[in-house]
Structure formats: structure tokens, C-alpha cells
């Protein structure tokens, strides 16, 4: 049976309608894929993917930026990461940025955040390796929760136990509060440390007050505390020590001059010692007084000699003309 012309323009109409949407579709899947686009390779290594598959997506700052390209085994807890990152983006991520594993919304698939760094490091260069962070797995979570549980029950018996003997009046919470004796006794007890405290703070603003009169400069402390006066009482005292140093040096050279007159050296001991010298300075002076006697009396007789008159004469106007000069 031929078929008609509407039925073949139909049936071309289909598969133009369907190549159009699979080139569509292969278009858009390659775009988010950036598989078409200009992109470089960035690296991470994790010790833990928490079910990163190939195709996840990969976010800046929470903006779609590539995808996974390659996930690799490199050692026993060591997986790296191949990014594919549109080169456009490069140039925003630093070489502090920080790669981390975590989930598309409570159920969604696992994707890479990177984190912008905080430093002002280089930008990344295609092939670069940047830090990662793992995330704390599942498991290990409710390990934690299991100890903090375990942990909780512990607590939770040993605040039963306490209560339990704080109820039966046991321990000394316990005598607090069944014993009301010594509850009388604790209420008078702290009657004496209140009234103690107090007579304290009055011992105090005493002690403050006496402080404050020391600060006056009318009582001995306060003239001490003032600067001139203290300077001054500082020159006396080294005037005096100066002086002591200077009499004891005196008093040592008075020693010695006593040892001396007392050794029978100096003539002080000749003087003191020694009565026939001390009669022959006595003749020698009687001496020399009469002789002078004797001289003024010659001189007195030349003044009258005709040979030095007019000598003596001379002398005389001379001593005359410079008085009255």
C-alpha cells in the first residue's frame, strides 16, 4: 500500500520534531555537564566521598562552576578528585580555597562546595590541587551519639543516687537538709560572719580615713611626703655623712699626733718633755728682746751722728712727699 503525501510530511515532521529534541537534550545535558564549554582541571583529595559519583556538580560560593570528572584511588584513605571547572571561574578561585563533600538538600546527590579562602593567595592554576575538608561520616556520628548516650545514663544514676540519700538525710547536703539543728547552727554562723563582715568594713573606712590623714601636709607623714622637703632632709644627710668622714679624718690625724708626742717624737714632746730646752728658749728670747733694745738705741744715736744726719733726713722727706701723694 503507498503511502500518501500527508503521511510522509507527517513522518517527516516526527523525525525532524525528534532529532530537534535530541540535539536539544544532548545540548543542554553536555552544558550542565560542561562537557561544550572552555574548562581546566582542579584537584582534591579526600579521605572519605560520602557516595560522590561522576556527573555531581561542583559549586562556588553555591553557584554551579563544573562537574566531577574523575574520582581516583591513591592510597588506603586517600581518593582524589578530578574537576572539570569553567575557565572563566578560575581566575575567582584562590589557592587557599577550601573543597568539601556534602549533600544537594536533605536527600539529594552528593556535590563539592568550594570555599573561598580568607588570605589574598594567587588564583588556581589548570592541574592545581587545592585543601580539602572531610566531613564527619554517619557512622562516626552516631558513635559520638552512642558514647553521649552511654555518658547520660551514667549521670542520670549517679543524680538518682545523690538524691536518693540527700532524701534519706545521708552526706552533708543531706544533714542540711533533714538536720535542722545544724541548719540552726549554719543560720548563726552565718549571723556571726555577717556581723564580722561588717565590723571589717568599719575597720576599713578607719584604716582609709588614717590613710587620708597621712596625705595632709600638716602632720610629720605628710611633711615627709613633700618633694622639697625631702630633697632637703636628703642634703643634710649627706652634709653629715660628708662631715663625719672629714672628722673622723681629723680625729685620726689627732691620734696620731698624741701617739707621736706620747712616742717622745715632734717638737711638742721636746717642748712638754724637756725643761732645759724650754730655759734656753726663754734665755734665747730675753736675748733677742735686749738686743733689739740695743739696736733701736744705735739707730737713735746714727740719727744724731753729723755723718748720717742728712741721711736720715733724706729719708724722711722722701716718706713725707708720698704721704702727701
Known sequence: MEKTTSQKISLGLFVIIGLLIFVLATYFIGDKQKMFGKTNHLKAVFNNVNGLQLGNNVRYSGVNVGTVRNIEMIGDTSIQVDMIIDKNIFK???????????????????????????????????????????????DDILNTLGKTNKNAAKLTENLLRITDDIDKGEGTVGLLVKDMDMARDLKITMRHLKTSSEKTSESISNLNRLISALNNKDNVIGILRDTAVANNIRTIVNNLDDSSVEINKAITNVNKTILNIKDGKGALN????????????????????????????????????????????????????????
Open 270 to 325: 721636746y717642748l712638754s718633755n724637756d725643761p732645759g730646752l724650754v730655759q734656753k728658749i726663754d734665755s734665747t728670747m730675753i736675748n733677742v728682746n735686749q738686743a733689739s733694745i740695743r739696736l733701736n738705741e744705735n739707730l737713735e744715736a746714727l740719727k744724731h751722728n753729723f755723718l748720717f744726719r742728712g741721711y736720715f733726713r733724706k729719708l724722711e722727706r722722701e716718706k713725707s712727699r708720698e704721704q702727701k701723694k
Open 92 to 138: 575567582h578561585i584562590n589557592k587557599d580555597a577550601i573543597a568539601t563533600i556534602s549533600s544537594d538538600g536533605l536527600v539529594g546527590n552528593m556535590i563539592i562546595n568550594i570555599i573561598p579562602g580568607k588570605g589574598t593567595a594567587p588564583p588556581v592554576e589548570p592541574g592545581d590541587k587545592i585543601t580539602s575538608l572531610n566531613r564527619i561520616r554517619t
